[in-house]
């Protein structure tokens, strides 16, 4: 078992904007022991955390994707996968003219469940001016329970280069928060270049949830930077109540992990999914600067 510790860092690498409800942006940043050691994945993609004793781990198949039964895509439209030139890229065109749909790249979790995750990727934007977005602990279906079962924590990257989170918790009306924790211009452009994104959703304190979104701002360069973070401590609440579920409802698990796009031609490659080891984790939280450089 890992053991390893949390304490302040003050670096430029974290990065926040308070959201509406706060005045400060609190971080917490793992402490680099011989206990905890992280390094390149399978890809050459440096992992932040720990891949968890047991865990499940997920990686595209860069020969077929669609023959891993763990991987599909849904859209409202005809879209195909286009394999690219260079192998383990992967093109798609969700231009469906609305920025409600587009296509939904979804993964089984090959034990059953999500909980502690790192989603990575690199994408690239070839047309289009919405989100890429990275769903951790999502439900089973949009539809199926009238909608219950498409809860989930959203880690979004902008067209315009703002970075923020959303939680999910009913698939319809009021079902979805206020974009929160919102970083501006963690990227200066995402059109026509890769861009590398990853998402953490982890348990602390036994009741809470940690959100972080890291950015790498090049092709493959492994310098990951964390660009907006928030817990949920139960306080962050949805517009409205649904599923017999309070508007401050905790998203404790899912049973896939899914990447979305919507009204967008874009590129993709590299795509992860590992469950990250988190247990006995001590958070120490510290005001951390913030791209208005207000703290």
Not at 213 to 231: M, Q, R, S
Not at 273 to 278: A, G, N
Request: charged share 30%; glycine share 8%; with cysteine.
């Amino acid at each position: 078992m890992l053991s390893f510790s949390w304490l302040p860092m003050m670096t430029d690498e974290a990065l926040a904007v308070p959201d509406k409800y706060s005045m400060l942006s609190f971080s917490w940043l793992p402490m680099m022991t011989d206990e905890m050691l992280t390094g390149p994945d399978k890809f050459g993609i440096e992992e932040i955390y720990p891949v968890a004793d047991n865990g499940a781990v997920w990686y595209i198949n860069n020969e077929n994707p669609q023959s891993d039964n763990n991987f599909y895509f849904r859209s409202l439209e005809d879209i195909d996968l286009d394999k690219e030139e260079r192998q383990g890229e992967f093109k798609m065109d969700a231009e469906t003219g609305t920025e409600r749909h587009g296509v939904r790249i979804h993964v089984d979790s090959p034990n059953g469940e999500w909980k502690n995750v790192e989603m990575s990727g690199y994408f690239k934007l070839l047309d289009g001016q919405d989100e890429f977005t990275l769903i951790a602990r999502h439900g089973p279906s949009y539809h199926e329970d009238g909608g219950c079962d498409a809860y989930g924590y959203y880690g979004m990257l902008s067209a315009e280069g703002d970075a923020f989170f959303k939680k999910k918790t009913y698939h319809h009306g009021g079902g979805y928060t206020a974009r929160t924790a919102v970083a501006e211009n963690v990227v200066s452009e995402v059109q026509d270049r890769w861009i590398g994104i990853k998402f953490m959703v982890y348990d602390v304190n036994e009741e809470d949830v940690k959100l972080e979104l890291w950015i790498d701002d090049g092709d493959e360069t492994n310098n990951w930077k964390k660009v907006t973070e928030y817990v949920d401590d139960g306080e962050w609440e949805t517009d409205e109540s649904h599923c017999d579920r309070p508007e401050d409802y905790i998203i404790h698990s899912g049973t896939r992990a899914s990447f979305r796009v919507d009204n967008s031609e874009f590129e993709f490659k590299k795509l992860s999914v590992k469950e990250i080891e988190t247990e006995g984790a001590a958070l120490v939280p510290y005001p951390i600067k913030t791209l208005s450089g207000n703290s």
